[in-house]
């Protein structure tokens, strides 16, 4: 009988595992290579998840790269270079419409809003953006999701992107902020630390936030090619579970607290810098709650591609996003 109740509890909790998707992992950890759009604060719950270790919880051990740009990421995910691609997913909808046979499918949302500033030369606490008309952006890579939400924001508003400012798009990203400190431009739009950075060096002032102003956007996702998801399911769901384990951190503490869980992934950034940081994007209600990429959300990437002139042809939702591993990591 005592045998019966025992074997009784573990497929009770087994039960209960499979109803969660989330669980501690004991044993020797797969190392996944994750392959990042850019190292900044911005991406917040992915740290935490590294610096608590939460992959580790899951069985799983990241070795991160920085891919400078979503197109790189999308080469390393290709190429095989890298397991799991972290980027804008206008990358996936770009590759799919190539006809690419094995493309990369978004199984996890990060972020919901967009994590760039725009920066003056002068504080202005009454800037509208029209005031951009006719003066001189430094912007991002066309087709990338910065450029196109900047973009998006800027029709919202009634301003033609080609002909009624002139947006600077050939200089790389990351050294915007150091060509606008040299006095390239009326304006240019940053990330952080840039931003702040622009701002202690009494170079520029942030006037306005893309993530306010665009509203709820699919900024970042999690892609695998199709094939490793057909392969590797349960290291997909280990993986969703500990971003989930970091939403759930940096949903439920200060940014005291987040910032200095993540300060060892930013030894460069002082904590009082960091702090003002991740105030700035938990006040704009930067993160998700879950990783759930909607369809609703789906839809309003397309149509910003569509009217940055970037979409050829409207892929199906089903076949570029997978809910399965986030809605079990819920």
């Known amino acids: 009988m005592k045998r019966k109740c025992i074997v009784f509890v573990l ?24 392959n990042e759009v850019a190292h900044s604060i911005f991406y917040a719950p992915m ?3 590294i610096e608590k270790g939460y992959f580790e919880e899951e069985g799983l051990k990241i070795t991160l790269v920085n891919g400078a740009g979503a197109d790189k990421v999308m080469t390393a995910l290709v190429s095989g270079e890298a397991d799991i691609g972290f980027m804008g997913p206008e990358a996936t909808v770009y590759a799919y419409n190539q006809g690419a046979g094995d493309y990369a499918v978004n199984f996890a949302q990060l972020t919901q809003r967009a994590g760039n500033f725009l920066v003056s030369r002068t504080d202005d606490d009454h800037f509208q953006w029209e005031d951009l008309k006719g003066k001189t952006v430094l912007g991002g890579r066309a087709g990338g999701m910065p450029q196109m939400v900047f973009e998006y924001i800027l029709k ?10 002139d947006i600077i798009q050939n200089i790389d990203f990351g050294v915007t902020a150091e060509a ?27 006037i ?94 397309l149509n910003i591609l569509d009217q940055a002139g970037e979409l050829d042809a409207h892929p199906p939702y089903r076949d570029l996003v997978n809910t399965d591993f986030a809605a079990k990591a819920k």
Not at 180 to 203: H, I, Q, R
Not at 233 to 247: D, M, N, R, S, Y
Not at 263 to 281: A, S
């Open 156 to 165: 919202q508003n009634g301003i033609n992107p080609e002909t009624d400012l």
């Open 47 to 49: 740290y935490v998840a």
């Open 208 to 301: 306005a936030s893309l993530g306010v102003d665009s509203g709820y956007v699919p900024y970042t996702c999690f892609s695998v090619l199709k094939s490793y998801i057909d392969k590797n399911p349960e290291t997909i769901q280990k993986f969703v579970c500990a971003i989930q384990k970091g939403l759930d951190y940096v949903n439920s503490n200060t940014p005291e607290q987040i910032a200095k869980v993540i300060q060892p992934q930013f030894k460069e950034t002082d904590e009082k810098t960091l702090q003002t940081i991740v105030t700035r994007y938990a006040e704009q209600d930067t993160w998700r709650t879950d990783t759930v990429f909607t369809e609703d959300a789906f839809n309003l990437l």
């Open 180 to 206: 606008f400190a040299s006095g390239t431009g009326d304006y240019t739009v940053e990330f952080e630390p840039f931003a702040s950075k622009l701002e202690l060096s009494d170079k520029g002032y942030v």
């Open 11 to 34: 497929l009770l909790s087994l039960f209960a595992a499979s109803l969660t998707g989330c669980k501690k992992t004991s044993g020797n950890l797969t190392t996944i290579t994750l």
